[in-house]
T-cell receptor, first 111, second 114 residues
Framework: LAKTTQPISMDSYEGQEVNITCSHN???????ITWYQQFPSQGPRFIIQ???TKVTNEVASLFIPADRKSSTLSLPRVSLSDTAVYYC????????????FGSGTRLSIRP | EAQVTQNPRYLITVTGKKLTVTCSQN?????MSWYRQDPGLGLRQIYY???????DKGDVPEGYKVSRKEKRNFPLILESPSPNQTSLYFC?????????????FGSGTQLSVL
């Protein structure tokens, strides 16, 4: 199972929109993309999941282009509390099995 | 409240003394798994279970055992802990129904092996 690839770290400021891109060149037809957020010493928390095009919830948006080889997590108007590590995972429908987390993106939000 | 409960939250032990970290979920999830998290190495899967009596190795299974006798429980067993197993451990569960599948994580167990 290949990992996804994300930037190691990103910085932004309160009130800005933050976009974190994930690369998954070997994505298969049955794979979908899920993003998690992790604060220090806490378990990761589900943010959003998608298969293609755009998905939006109360927390974030997820953009997946037609070739599905990458995806972008968009956090609108970030605040200091969005400082965390964000993980992009590639999972397979109806085949929950071995899970490989990438290194994640450490997002730092400044005042 | 839907949750994954791990115990204990903190554990200090000595080399070779068998220990068990418990994990329980109240969401009737089929899938459960264990991870360890180390600085610079991220989250690595130790073992996973697709359902009762079905377990399989993750990326770093050496030195660990698991069992899944009941659907809600998935304990992690260290038969003879060593200092290199000092780490932050997380248990997680999820359904296996594809599009609605998301992992729910416990609060973590910080283990120190002296």
């Amino acid at each position: 199972l290949a990992k996804t690839t994300q930037p190691i770290s990103m910085d932004s400021y309160e009130g800005q929109e933050v976009n974190i891109t994930c690369s998954h060149n070997n994505i298969a037809t049955n794979d979908y993309i899920t993003w998690y957020q992790q604060f220090p010493s806490q378990g990761p928390r589900f943010i959003i999941q998608g298969y293609k095009t755009k998905v939006t919830n109360e927390v974030a948006s997820l953009f997946i282009p037609a070739d599905r080889k990458s995806s972008t997590l968009s956090l609108p108007r970030v605040s200091l509390s969005d400082t965390a590590v964000y993980y992009c995972l590639k999972r397979t429908y109806s085949s929950a099995s071995k899970i490989i987390f990438g290194s994640g993106t450490r997002l730092s939000i400044r005042p | 409240e839907a949750q994954v409960t791990q115990n204990p939250r903190y554990l200090i032990t000595v080399t070779g003394k068998k220990l068990t970290v418990t994990c329980s979920q109240n969401m009737n999830h089929e899938y459960m798994s264990w991870y360890r998290q180390d600085p610079g190495l991220g989250l690595r899967q130790i073992y996973y279970s697709m359902n009762v009596e079905v377990t399989d190795k993750g990326d770093v299974p050496e030195g660990y055992k698991v069992s899944r006798k009941e659907k809600r429980n998935f304990p992690l067993i260290l038969e003879s802990p060593s200092p290199n197993q000092t780490s932050l451990y997380f248990c997680a569960s999820s359904t296996t129904t594809g599009s609605n599948e998301k992992l729910f994580f416990g609060s973590g167990t910080q283990l120190s092996v002296l």
